[in-house]
Structure formats: structure tokens, C-alpha cells
């Protein structure tokens, strides 16, 4: 048994033609950047900046977003040539076949499912929370038992879950209507974030930058806690602060990122995606890098950062300037940021499955695509459900932070593809090259892995428990049953 076998990147293309298993191909760049800016600009833009500035970074949070962003442009400039080379859904689960073999390829689509998963029904958990508080603004309450932040069988999310629910409706009708009305929401939630910005800017005071990097130490935000780091269990970090504060900072904030891979996952349904995927991720990301830098300095300038609300900063920072009717814009805009957010990464989830199903790692049956709408309905709704589910009835707490690890595990694979490909394919047409290999793709593991280090040692015993799962569940499936293992010439 061969774990490490590959599937050839002509394989993979002309088996996206194949009939019943076709998706069709309707994206243009601007779809694709919208997408991005979709699925990265949420609540990590009202919520995370103040737990990074509060506990650990102080002012400096806006270099911590910088940091993030230069890590995840490191790693966009790998998946560019990947998803232009290899146009195929699955993203980093169909390159990582096609270079690192089998097993690898396994291991991180089932990483992907789990992220996927824990990340819409994390949003889904908090997009009930704005839900309810917009609809407090405008004299409708909603019963608290129905959207219950810590969700259990005995009080059940289930606002969280009737959100998703209808989105993946909007799913399942077609890429090009989730295109539409992500377009939508995309601007709206961008008109939110400048008017913000450009508000904030009015109330702004030089004083709170002082000191822009407080000295390791410092006294934090009141009520604010931060898990140690796996690197300060080790001894090998001083904590809050300091210039090693900015850094994980950068790990905490790279959340706000997650979603510009997901892009590439679209691949296989874009119109010329050798050269509008590139557009698509590296452009969405760099909107949102100059969004998320511009939000921080408003945040940190308008309340000092030792007294920032890590809950609700930019609602908190306005209330504190006399405009307390700001907050409901902001909820609004959270509101509008999250139903994106929640559907793309749903989007994302099922073309994953939707890949490993027809490349029989996981049961075939996912794999067909409906005539009528160039979907693949039945994975959708088993994506919808089970997303539905979990935000209904699981708490998840510290878990969302498996999404973190995750997303950087496919980070460092996808940046070690690129080479590996470099080297084995140096023939392949290439519409897009990473610049600088194998510098680049070096510095993105290395940052990546940093940035691993950086999260709290029970997400590594959690990720690595759930690898381990996976592992298993390939030996006793999908090893025997892929395509390639029964049908390595690929006549079938």
C-alpha cells in the first residue's frame, strides 16, 4: 500500500470535466475578491482588536495586524501559483495531492472539514448574538433561551442554527446567486467599516498612542485574560507586551485573516482562474490588511489601550464620546460582516468534501453535482446540517481555536508544495509564480509555524487528537478505496 502516491495535476483538471461531477465555471476576479473580502472581514474586526490591544500588544496592535497580514500574504503567494496551476476545488487538500502524496492530502482535508466546520459554527454562535441585539435596538426581544452563547442540549442556539440553515439554501441554488449576495452584504458591511474609521478619526487623541509598544509588564485591561502560549509554557516568551507582545498579538489576531484560502477552493468554478485567482486571494487580502491597521488605530487612539473594552471595543469607544447610537451601526455591520463569513466558509467546507468524495477518500455519493444548478446539492445540505447542529447544540468555547491551528497547518503544507512541485513539475505551465522560491515559501512555513507556537498547548493536544482520528479513519477507508489506489492509471 502506496500512502504517498500522487495524483497528477492533468488528472485532476481533466477529471473536473467528468459528467455529473462538473461544476460550472461562473466567477470572475471581482467575485473572488468579494468573496475574500467576505469571508475575512467579520467580527474579528469589532472584537479582536481589543482583546490583542488590551492584553497584549497595547497601541502596537496595529503592527500585530501587520505582522498577520505579512504571514498570510507570505502564504496567499503559494496558493496564487497553486490555484492558478492546479484549478481544481479543494484547495489545499487537492495541491497537497498533487505534490506531498495520499496520506498528507488526507490529513489536511480532514484538518479542513474540522475547520471549516468549528469556524461557520463559531460565527453562527455570535451571529446570533448581534441578531438579537440588533433586533433589541429596534424594540424586538428575542427570547435568551433561543440564542444561547454556550449552547446545550437543554438550551439549544437555536437562532444560530436557523441562519444556517438558510444559507445553505442560498447555497445549494447556485455559486453565482452565493456570489450575488455576498456582493451585497460585502458592501454593506465595508460602507460600515469606513464610516466607522472615518468617525473615529474626529475623537482620535495623540496621547493614547504613548507609549505605541508598553514595556513587557504592563498593566492590562480590566477583566481581560489571555492563555498562555505554548512558547510561554516552554519559558521561551516574556507574555503581555513588549516586543513579544506585538508577536502574539499577531497570533491572536491572525483569526480575523482566516478565510482568504478558502478562495482557492473556488478554483474549479472560476471562468479564467489562471488569472483571476491570484487577483482574488492576494487582493481581497491586501483590502482587508489596510482595513483591519486602519480599525486598530482608530480603536487605540479614541480610549488607551490599558482601558479598552476587550468585548465590544469599538462600541465601547464610541459610548465613551457621547455617541452611544455609533454601537448599533457597529452591530449592524458585525451582523452583515458574519452572514458572509458564515457562508463562504460553508461554501469552502463543502468543496473540500465535495473533492475528497470524488476522489473516493471519502463515500462517492457526495461527489454528484445537480444539472439544474452546478452544485453538489447533497454535500451542501450534509455541510448545512451538520454546521446547523453543532452552533445548536455544542459548546465550543476554547475549540475555536482548533481553527487557528488548522488554518496554519495548511499554510505550512500548501508553502512546502509549492517547492516540492517546483522541483518534481518544473515543466508545468505556471500562470502565476511565487516569487523567490524557495525563499518565500520558507519564510511562510516559518512564520506559520511561529505563529503555531504561539497558540495555547491544550490546541495542540486537541488538533493532534483529532489528526490522530483521521489517521485511522483513512487506514480502515479511504486508503483501499481512493481512486488512485483502485484505478492508478486512471482508464475508469
Not at 495535476?9 to 459528467?19: K, L
Not at 482568504?260 to 472560476?270: G, L, P, Q, R, S
Request: charged content about 15%; overall charge positive.
Amino acid at each position: 500500500m502506496n500512502v504517498l502516491r500522487t495524483k497528477s495535476v492533468e488528472r485532476s483538471v481533466a477529471e473536473t470535466d467528468e459528467p455529473g461531477h462538473r461544476l460550472r465555471r461562473e466567477l470572475s476576479a471581482l467575485d473572488l475578491t468579494v468573496f475574500g473580502v467576505g469571508v475575512v472581514i467579520g467580527t474579528g474586526i469589532f472584537v479582536l482588536t481589543g482583546k490583542a490591544a488590551g492584553v497584549q500588544a497595547g497601541p502596537a496592535v496595529a503592527i500585530s495586524f501587520v505582522v498577520a497580514g505579512v504571514t498570510c500574504a507570505l502564504a496567499a503567494l503559494c496558493y496564487a501559483e497553486f490555484a492558478s496551476t492546479v484549478p481544481v476545488a479543494g484547495s489545499a487538500y487537492t495541491f497537497s495531492y498533487a505534490t506531498l502524496g495520499e496520506l498528507v492530502a488526507w490529513v489536511i482535508g480532514w484538518d479542513l472539514i474540522l475547520e471549516l466546520a468549528l469556524g461557520a459554527s463559531t460565527v453562527a454562535v455570535g451571529w446570533s448574538q448581534y441578531f438579537a441585539d440588533v433586533m433589541r435596538t429596534i424594540g424586538v426581544t428575542i427570547p435568551k433561551g433561543l440564542y444561547s452563547e454556550e449552547p446545550t442540549l437543554s438550551s439549544p442556539n437555536l437562532v444560530a442554527a436557523a441562519v444556517v440553515l438558510v444559507l445553505t439554501g442560498v447555497i445549494c441554488l447556485g455559486i453565482k446567486v452565493s456570489a450575488r449576495l455576498n456582493t451585497v452584504i460585502v458592501a454593506v458591511k465595508v460602507a460600515i467599516v469606513l464610516f466607522v474609521i472615518i468617525a473615529g478619526l474626529f475623537f482620535v487623541k495623540a496621547s493614547n498612542y504613548s507609549p505605541f509598544v508598553p514595556p513587557s509588564g504592563s498593566r492590562t485591561a480590566e477583566g481581560a485574560e489571555a492563555a498562555p502560549s505554548l512558547l510561554q509554557d516552554l519559558g521561551f516568551a516574556p507574555g503581555a507586551f513588549g516586543v513579544a507582545g506585538i508577536f502574539t498579538g499577531a497570533a491572536l489576531v491572525f483569526f480575523a485573516f482566516i478565510g482568504f484560502d478558502i478562495v482557492a477552493t473556488a478554483a474549479e468554478e472560476t471562468r479564467n482562474p489562471q488569472r483571476d485567482m491570484p487577483r482574488g486571494i492576494l487582493g481581497s487580502l491586501a483590502i482587508c490588511t489596510v482595513l483591519y491597521v486602519a480599525v486598530s488605530l482608530v480603536v487605540v487612539g479614541m480610549v488607551k489601550y490599558d482601558q479598552v473594552s476587550v468585548a465590544a471595543p469599538l462600541a465601547e469607544a464610541f459610548r465613551s464620546v457621547g455617541r452611544p447610537g455609533f454601537a448599533t451601526v457597529i452591530s449592524v455591520g458585525a451582523l452583515a460582516g458574519l452572514t458572509t463569513v458564515m457562508m463562504i466558509l460553508m461554501l469552502g467546507q463543502s468543496r473540500v468534501f465535495f473533492a475528497m468524495s470524488r476522489d473516493r477518500l471519502l463515500p462517492p455519493v457526495f461527489s454528484r453535482v445537480s444539472p439544474r444548478t452546478g452544485t453538489p446539492v447533497r454535500v451542501s445540505v450534509v455541510t448545512g446540517v451538520v454546521v446547523a447542529v453543532i452552533s445548536a447544540l455544542v459548546p465550543l468555547g476554547e475549540l475555536a481555536e482548533l481553527v487557528n491551528i488548522g488554518t496554519l497547518f495548511a499554510f505550512v503544507l500548501v508553502s512546502v508544495g509549492v517547492v516540492v512541485l517546483r522541483r518534481t513539475r518544473p515543466d508545468l505551465p505556471r500562470a502565476f509564480r511565487t516569487p523567490l522560491v524557495p525563499l518565500v515559501p520558507i519564510l511562510a512555513v516559518l512564520a506559520s509555524v511561529y505563529l503555531m507556537l504561539n497558540l495555547p498547548a491544550l490546541t495542540w493536544e486537541r488538533f493532534g487528537i483529532w489528526m490522530a482520528i483521521g489517521i485511522v479513519v483513512y487506514f480502515l477507508y479511504g486508503a483501499r478505496r481512493s481512486r488512485l489506489a483502485t484505478d492508478p492509471d486512471g482508464r475508469q
